[in-house]
């Protein structure tokens, strides 16, 4: 999908949000200013000259980009905090949610020849990061292709789009958090292994038939899990005929065939799956099993942990229950000390 057409029809989503929207229109005090086709002294063109810029050291930098559509593939690896407070902003009307985002970074790159996270139009790599108001997209369709690839810890992602087909955000590793956002796919969109991870006030637009999530570990002591609460799940306008009632909330994500053999069954090994949905409100009906097995092996579901509470919505349905999950459960006790609670839900 094509960032123009964004905003054409998520607008409606979130229009209760726009009476509270502030905007960000101007880089912040001793921000790094990124401008396409700029020729202001001590401004970049790109993301990448920018960060490129910055000293590989514990000093705090910020970055603030100007309206346009970014084709680059970026990379977050610098040892220092990358802001003051863990920042990049993206120009925006309304920081609340995605809806008035003006920045798009957009790549397009198959995982099936380089791999999951050498795909990322934007790969994270580093501690206390957190981005604001920006768009990123891969655009490449018949594959696995990531637009967000995430090994970082205590990252947070706020009123940030994410845009792909199948594997679009890649929550692997570390603690994050994606809230007031948007994300969409079709195949196993929001995937990963041993991240920790939790979704607040989200809109999650389903493309095709498929699954939301893919979600696997290999140890019951692997504390990670997926935590989603207080998401909107609906069609994407442009989602192939017979979506509706055809896709899944989830299913165990096996990483490989050496961690979980299912043709080998003396040598296989238990795959470990948490997905917690809590308060969703369904405007699209999912498959009514809600569950899949992973290529049709009824066990790999045996050490699966799915839940779901407080459903709303056309398309709900009586689902299991989920108490006791919440963002502590997800990301760790310690999740106020890095959360930016303006968009805490």
């Known amino acids: ?56 050291d514990t000093s705090n930098q910020t970055l603030f980009l100007f309206p346009g559509i970014y084709f680059e593939q970026v990379h977050i690896t610098r040892t220092g905090a990358v802001t003051a407070s863990g920042q990049i902003y993206g120009y925006t009307l309304d920081t609340t949610s995605y809806v008035q985002n003006q920045v798009a970074i957009t790549f397009n790159a198959s995982a099936t020849s380089i791999g999951d996270d050498a795909s990322g139009t934007l790969r994270i790599r580093k501690t206390n990061f957190s981005m604001y108001n920006m768009n990123v997209t891969n655009t490449f369709l018949g594959s696995q292709a990531v637009a967000i690839s995430q090994f970082g810890n205590q990252v947070g992602l706020y009123g940030c789009a994410f845009i792909g087909f199948q594997d679009t955000l890649y929550a692997n590793a570390g603690s994050q958090v994606y809230l007031q956002g948007y994300i969409e796919g079709a195949v196993d969109f929001i995937f990963g292994s041993h991240g920790l991870a939790y979704f607040g006030g989200n809109v999650i637009a389903v493309k095709a038939p498929g699954y939301i999530t893919a979600n696997g570990r290999d140890s019951d002591s692997d504390p990670g899990s997926y935590v989603f609460n207080q998401n909107t799940v609906i069609l994407a306008p442009d989602a192939a005929a017979g979506t509706s009632g055809a896709f899944y909330l989830g299913r165990p994500w096996v990483v490989s065939s050496t961690v979980f053999p299912f043709k080998h069954h003396d040598s296989r090994k238990k795959m470990v799956h948490r997905v917690i949905f809590k308060n969703t409100v369904l405007e699209a009906t999912p498959n009514p099993a809600l569950w899949s097995l992973w290529d049709g092996e009824a066990d790999s579901v045996d050490h699966v942990t799915f839940a779901d509470s407080n459903t709303t919505g056309s398309g709900a349905a009586d689902l299991d229950r989920a108490e006791g999950y919440n963002i502590s459960t997800a990301v760790g006790q310690n999740w106020e000390s890095w959360v930016d609670m303006d968009y805490f839900v």
């Open 1 to 56: 999908m094509h960032y123009e057409t964004l905003l054409t029809y998520i607008v409606p989503v979130l229009l209760i949000k726009i009476a509270l929207a502030a905007s960000r229109t101007s880089p912040p005090p001793e921000a790094i200013v990124v401008r396409q086709g700029t020729t202001t002294a001590g401004e970049f063109s790109t993301v990448n000259e920018a960060l490129l810029s910055i000293p590989d």
